[in-house]
């Protein structure tokens, strides 16, 4: 690796923008995709361009076989993250969940009392207001945002701010009929149906999960497939 | 991805800073039960310094040699341990997996 590629590695990683690697083994021609900018000594052909896609949505390396030999093809994808609004009971199983799958999680929720270190060991905690705490946030193309609070002074400002961002998962908790006056309400805020159709309600694949953790799980479930088969979680 | 992939970009971008030589052990396949995912990074310096892992630690002392040949100005090479069944727990590969590791240099 050349360091002027470790120099731009470094850099899109601090920036938190996805890049791609690619170097061929026989002679250690490299190159470095870094969005559509592309460097370094090796030629990027569609059978690589293809690659490094593939290799960013899998969040998996492989070899890719050219005319001049294998090629290894390494995404470095920004940290997975997940922002849940509402320190309540399911998100005392979601958060640690989240994390053993690889998640930094923080924890929105203005309520001192429910977002406390004490209900919520080794996970960041946000005592602002939502709609602050995800602008401080800014959630990215690798951020999952899931709002539990069930009161609409909480989940509309983050609901509405996830919707401006790329985030991957958006998600709400309640049940069908409160989604829908959810809708109306994120409709009032100019957010048009197609923007509406990201989000994903109520919360959670359809486990017939009875208990604060099981529904935990059944929102990591569907988060995990927006993530890793965004085709079949619409 | 790994996640001490930062950590140990910033240890071979630190050593490169002091002037070390320094090379990167990548983990490019797998086949069988690996201990270390493709993409696992091991870097190392010319003092033997190294962070990271290519395996649960009994092909590094192999992969380490390599890696000194290439910073001193070696070609970059591909590196294959298989193992039996029956020797995979002593070498730390455990159930008998196959790693192909790509050596280079950070210069």
């Not at chain 1, 890049?19 to 569609?46: F, N, P, Q, T």
């Not at chain 2, 490169?16 to 995912?37: C, D, I, N, Y």
């Amino acid at each position: 690796m050349k360091s002027e590629t470790l120099a731009a590695l470094r850099e899109a990683r601090a920036s938190g923008t996805p890049a791609v690697r690619c170097v061929r083994l026989g002679d250690g021609a490299e190159a470095l995709l870094v969005g559509e900018i592309v460097s370094g000594d090796l030629a990027v052909d569609a059978v690589l361009l293809a690659a490094a896609a593939s290799a960013l949505r899998s969040d998996r390396g492989s070899l890719a076989e050219t005319a001049a030999g294998p090629v290894f093809v390494e995404p470095f994808n920004p940290p997975l993250r997940l922002i849940i609004v509402g320190a309540v009971h399911i998100t005392q199983g979601l958060a640690p969940m989240a994390q053993m799958a690889g998640y930094q999680v923080t924890v929105v929720d203005p309520r001192h009392a429910f977002a406390s270190a004490e209900r919520f060991p080794g996970v960041a905690l946000s005592n602002d207001w939502p709609d602050e705490a995800l602008d401080a946030l800014k959630p990215d193309a690798r951020t999952a945002v899931v709002t539990l609070t069930h009161d609409p002074k909480l989940d509309d400002p983050a609901l509405d701010r996830a919707l401006r961002s790329p985030a991957f998962y958006i998600a709400a908790l309640g049940s069908r009929k409160t989604h829908a006056a959810r809708l109306q309400r994120l409709a009032a805020l100019g957010h048009d149906a197609a923007a509406l159709a990201r989000i994903h309600g109520p919360a959670g694949l359809p486990l017939g999960a009875a208990t604060p953790a099981e529904i935990a799980v059944s929102v990591l479930a569907e988060m995990t497939q927006a993530l890793r088969r965004p085709k079949d979680a619409q | 991805m790994p996640q001490d992939t930062d950590q140990i970009l910033d240890t071979a971008a630190a050593w490169r800073a002091e002037g070390k030589r320094v090379a990167l052990a990548t983990v490019v396949a797998t086949w069988g039960s690996s201990p270390r995912q493709v993409g696992s990074q091991l870097v190392v310096d010319a003092d033997g310094r190294m962070e990271g892992s290519v395996s649960g630690g009994c092909i590094e002392g192999a992969v380490v040699r390599e890696a000194m040949e290439v910073m001193q100005g070696g070609p970059p090479r591909t590196l294959e341990f298989g193992v039996s069944n029956e020797r995979a727990w002593e070498v730390g590969l455990a159930c008998g997996g196959t790693v192909k590791v790509f050596v280079e240099a950070v210069a």
